[in-house]
């Protein structure tokens, strides 16, 4: 699709074409917003705020360290295991300050992972929480890496709140399984002695890699996209053009996604940041009752969540109860959001849910709904400065309104797979072009609609069948909490749909959901099978494994 053919579909608000380069590095944003709003709050986790200024003495102080006390130099790797604590945005910046690429690592990894992570990228240091050093002590010998630093979950705390945090976790809840790591330095060992000395701040170029962000773990091997400094600083000026409306000292963010992930490592980390937010961290979102205890204390503008998240919250009697007037805009990302969970949450709320398309690969927003002009059921429209299009299985390009392949071009697209050449070219040809796997259509007016990745698609009697519409029928249902639907092999049809669903209503049957199903589908999508489980196997953030159900 021509660029031009967005020219007009833009939002008054919106511009068609932004300076992607105006800054040079990532580092140049943050330390820019250490000076700019020094005073303000930056982020809050576990009942303490940190302010810039004191994100500006942390990171230096953490850089200093690796600077003067470690072999490590520019460009070396290194891996950070945490869930979302301060720990992890004083690393991230710190580490990048001193030179370092990041490797972040689901800190829910199994030792199979964690090892293929550490050895694929090539990490020679790793800051992991005491929590999970049970699974590195058993894979370390076996990596590189020759610097650890030991984290516990307080450690970012103020004095007595620290102790009285650690002690907990470690001694009344046994949330720390026994380990030796006898080489390893406490983070507040490196945080005092780094303090010590003076940051010599590196000043990384843009085509540099800022981030080795490993993608794939769920279809097969994982594999490190490389994400330069170019391209974060891209993309969050391509999102600072798009949402507009932000008030630096005035917004505060849940941030409940892991910042591990790329859609919370760049939207809400780095995007927060350089506008001057506040970020609320929220250590473990699965804990509903505690997270709603959390969201009570804050006059929160800003939500980040996706689907799954969205359905937990809102069957909560307690969350049902918050002020949402402050709310200002909900952003949805590592999933398709229903219609049907958007209508219940703008209804609760009174804030529409900005959905949009993003992958690992591509820093990770390729289109967003103007908030200006929302649009549920659609990922809005390519940010500024990207090219889409879709194509058939033969490359050819298709018309607005067919749908086919959706493949991206922009500077928010990764430099390549780390050490992987041969994927690198399976996925972005000689001219740029990424293609993503999902299946996508391209309205007449600009707005875009993924209709399924490629992989998931069923293929019933020669006609394509897509879960997610499945899916999105199923949770208007009052009695279906969630679903899943995959394809199963059938002699007669090749395929035929089968569909796993969470019961909302206990009283929910097959034959009642069937005729809810058959009211609002072709006869050919229609479930053959249908099972009720108690859960669906999901990623740590929560995306909806089809692939392990499909093995089921």
Not at 358 to 383: D, F
Request: hydrophobic share 40%; charged share 20%; net charge neutral.
């Amino acid at each position: 699709m021509q660029a031009d053919f967005w020219k007009d579909k833009y939002p008054a608000d919106v511009p068609f074409e932004i300076d992607t380069a105006a800054y040079g590095s990532v580092n140049e944003v943050f330390l820019e917003a250490c000076r700019k709003y020094a005073d303000l709050p930056a982020v809050s986790c576990m009942g303490r705020t940190l302010t810039y200024r004191e994100l500006d003495r942390l990171t230096a102080a953490f850089a200093a360290w690796v600077q003067n006390e470690t072999d490590l130099k520019p460009g070396d790797r290194i891996a950070l295991q945490m869930p979302n604590i301060l720990q992890y945005p004083v690393a991230v910046f710190g580490a990048m300050r001193a030179g370092l690429i990041i490797v972040n690592t689901n800190p829910l990894y199994t030792e199979r992972e964690m090892l293929h992570q550490f050895n694929d990228s090539g990490a020679k240091a790793l800051l992991v929480v005491s929590n999970f050093c049970d699974k590195v002590e058993k894979v370390l010998p076996q990596t590189g890496i020759k610097t650890v630093i030991v984290t516990e979950l307080g450690d970012q705390l103020p004095g007595l709140k620290r102790v009285i945090t650690n002690f907990v976790v470690k001694k009344v809840k046994k949330l720390v399984p026994a380990y030796s790591l006898p080489n390893a330095i406490p983070y507040t060992a490196v945080m005092s002695r780094g303090a010590k000395h003076q940051v010599k701040d590196a000043r990384p170029v843009a085509g540099d890699i800022a981030v080795l962000q490993y993608t794939g773990g769920t279809t097969g091997v994982a594999k490190g996209a490389m994400l330069t400094h170019a391209n974060l600083v891209a993309n969050l000026l391509q999102m600072r053009a798009t949402l507009t409306g932000f008030e630096p000292g005035k917004e505060v963010t849940i941030v409940p996604l892991p910042m591990y992930h790329i859609f919370a490592f760049v939207v809400c980390c780095l995007g927060m940041m350089d506008q001057g937010g506040h970020s609320v961290l929220i250590t473990n979102p699965r804990d509903i009752p505690g997270f709603v205890k959390e969201l009570a204390k804050w006059k929160f503008t800003g939500f980040a969540g996706l689907n799954t998240l969205f359905v937990a919250l809102m069957q909560n009697p307690a969350f049902r109860q918050l002020d949402f007037s402050g709310l200002k805009r909900t952003m949805a990302g590592g999933m398709a959001t229903q219609v049907k969970v958007a209508e219940d949450w703008e209804k609760l709320t009174g804030c529409a849910i900005c959905e949009g398309f993003g992958m690992t690969e591509t820093s990770p927003v390729v289109s967003v709904n103007p908030l200006s002009a929302i649009r549920i059921g659609t990922i809005g429209m390519p940010l500024p400065n990207t090219l889409v299009k879709v194509i058939d299985d033969d490359g050819k390009e298709l018309a607005p309104g067919h749908p086919g392949e959706l493949c991206v071009k922009g500077p928010q697209v990764m430099k390549g797979y780390w050490q992987r050449p041969e994927a690198t070219e399976e996925i972005i040809d000689a001219e740029g072009w990424l293609k993503t796997g999902d299946v996508a259509i391209i309205d007449p007016d600009g707005y875009m609609r993924i209709v399924d990745r490629k992989k998931n698609m069923i293929l019933v009697s020669g006609f394509n069948v897509y879960p997610n519409e499945i899916e999105d029928v199923a949770a208007k249902h009052d009695g279906v909490l969630e679903s899943a639907a995959i394809g199963v092999p059938c002699e007669k049809s090749g395929e035929v749909v089968k569909l796993f669903v969470v019961k909302k209503d206990p009283a929910l049957s097959e034959d009642v959901l069937l005729e809810h199903l058959r009211a609002h589908l072709t006869g050919y999508k229609v479930p053959r099978h249908i099972v009720f489980r108690d859960d669906l196997p999901k990623t740590p953030v929560g995306k909806i494994l089809h692939r392990e159900l499909r093995g089921q």
